[in-house]
């Protein structure tokens, strides 16, 4: 059974500091995502990794995949308060196991004070 | 413009009592998925269908029933005997084929009364 851990579960941060979060999983996959979800909302797609070593940028937010360590982070660069919300890493299993969906971690929430 | 659409957005549903929620996809994906999250926890997978007619039971289908008749329409039922069904429900629909992505539909919140 695959698990997806990821930690800490919660973070609270200063602005203008870094910190990174850690998304750890259990069997062989070669796709792993980072999603975004604010209070009541839906799930907002922020990166989409594919093989081992991929990483990608979008503003304070970079990500990257080990697949051999089987480790994902995303780090977190000079926190702004816009970032707070709660951090989904989920692996995808469609063609690596029994069941074609997404596993997801259990979420960081993040919350940037001033 | 493309998505999915999921509605109601609330619901509250009375013990003993079947409720239905609706997912709608126009970007011609093939497989839909539904979620289920409960506070604190990330999402678990409920059912999952990747063509018309068919479907496979996720991690927690007990309590729920699906249907896919038609490509753009993937409801769920929660049914009287899922005993704990307040959650929040997220569709969502991919392209079935390898490293396309997952779009996710903007959640029914399900409150049992």
């Known amino acids: 059974e695959l698990k997806v851990e990821q930690n800490p579960l919660f973070l609270s941060m200063q602005e203008g500091k870094n910190y990174t979060i850690y998304c750890n999983y259990s069997?062989?996959?070669?796709?792993l995502y980072w999603y975004r979800q604010d209070p009541g909302k839906s799930l907002e797609s922020l990166f989409v990794?594919?093989?081992?070593?991929a990483v990608k940028q979008e503003g304070r937010l970079m990500a990257s995949l080990d697949t051999k360590a089987r480790l994902s982070t995303l780090h977190i660069t000079a926190a702004v308060h816009d970032l707070s919300a709660t951090y989904f890493c989920?692996?995808?299993?469609?063609?690596?196991?029994?069941?074609?969906?997404?596993?997801f971690g259990k979420g960081t929430k993040l919350s940037v004070k001033p | 413009d493309g998505g999915i659409t999921q509605s109601p957005k609330y619901l509250f549903r009375k013990e003993g009592q079947n409720v239905t929620l609706s997912c709608e996809q126009n970007l011609n994906h093939d497989a839909m998925y539904w979620y289920r999250q409960d506070p604190g926890q990330g999402l678990r997978l409920i059912y999952y269908s990747q063509i018309v007619n068919d479907f496979q039971k996720g991690d927690i289908a007990e309590g729920y029933s699906v249907s896919r008749e038609k490509k753009e329409s993937f409801p769920l039922t929660v049914t009287s005997a899922q005993k704990n069904p307040t959650a929040f429900y997220l569709c969502?629909?991919?392209?079935?084929?390898?490293?396309?992505?997952?779009?996710f539909g903007s959640g029914t919140r399900l409150t049992v009364v």
């Open positions: 989920a692996v995808d299993m469609r063609y690596g196991g029994s069941q074609g969906n997404l596993i």
């Open positions: 069997t062989t996959s070669d796709r």
């Open positions: 990794l594919l093989s081992n070593g």
């Open positions: 969502a629909s991919s392209v079935d084929r390898p490293y396309a992505g997952y779009t």
